[in-house]
């Protein structure tokens, strides 16, 4: 059982990344999947999330509008797709389940986490 993110990268402000988390062991339709990051020095925050059943979502307020989350349940995997980034968005982001199947900022939450994936915003 096991969260494997990617879509780590290196990008310069304004331009866009997408992140994956894809699951293995289990399904990922089963929970709430969240999207989480800490920067160095920095509490690890609460990024997205997407609920299990009515696909509602939950965004941060510094990524609103800028950032989505999808998942694709037939592919096993959840999406964060990253548009208009900034040098603060630099950071590890983790994705992890939410077995309740609602959204919560709260990380402990969660159960199943992936391994971190690196997202260095810079010109």
């Known amino acids: 059982v096991q969260l494997q993110a990617s879509g780590r990268g290196l990008v310069q402000p304004g331009g866009s990344l997408r992140l994956s988390c894809a699951a293995s062991?289990?399904?990922?339709?089963?929970?709430?999947m969240g999207w989480f990051r800490q920067a160095p020095g920095k509490e690890r925050e609460g990024v997205s999330c997407?609920?299990?059943?009515?696909?509602?979502?939950y965004f941060t307020d510094s990524v609103k509008g800028r950032f989505t989350i999808s998942r694709d349940n037939a592919k096993n995997t959840v999406y964060l797709q990253m548009n208009s980034l900034k040098p603060e968005d630099t950071a590890v982001y983790y994705c992890a389940t939410q077995p309740g199947g609602y959204c919560s900022t709260s990380g402990s939450m969660y159960d199943v986490w992936g391994q971190g994936t690196q997202v260095t915003v810079s010109s």
């Open positions: 997407i609920s299990r059943t009515d696909g509602k979502t």
């Open positions: 062991g289990f399904a990922l339709d089963d929970f709430a």
